[in-house]
């Protein structure tokens, strides 16, 4: 019996999605918040991590005061310039919230690749 269509056209579909967490107050943590969080780590700045991230310091500390405000404990902490400048910290359950929602992500995307590899469309 002949083909009624070729499969050769067809395109490759993928089944894609993000995952982020909200509080009822509104969005806590999202790629784009775990990335601020780890560069705030690294830099041990804010000012360094918004520039990177390419955001003003103004919305780095707004989503950073979010976080704050809805975690049950503060991810970061910040000290004020001196002699030395200033430095900011990621608290443990900032780094611990970071390690959660990179497993979190690790489940998210296995589930997308089961669920791509069974897609009959």
């Known amino acids: 019996m002949n083909q009624l ?13 993000r995952i982020w967490v909200d509080t009822e107050e509104g969005s806590f943590l999202g790629v784009g918040r775990i990335e601020l969080l780890e560069k705030i780590q690294k830099h041990h700045s804010i000012r360094q991590a918004a520039l990177e991230m390419k955001m003003s310091y103004r919305q780095a500390w707004d989503l950073i005061d979010q ?48 669920e791509t590899k069974s897609l009959n469309i």
């Open 5 to 17: 269509f070729s499969t050769s056209w067809i395109m490759q579909m993928k089944v894609n999605g």
């Open 67 to 114: 976080m704050n405000a809805r975690a049950k404990m503060p991810l970061v902490i910040s000290h004020r310039g001196g002699k030395g400048g200033g430095r900011a910290e990621v608290t443990e359950e900032g780094q611990r919230l970071i390690h959660t929602f990179h497993q979190l992500n690790d489940k998210f995307k296995r589930f997308l690749e089961k």
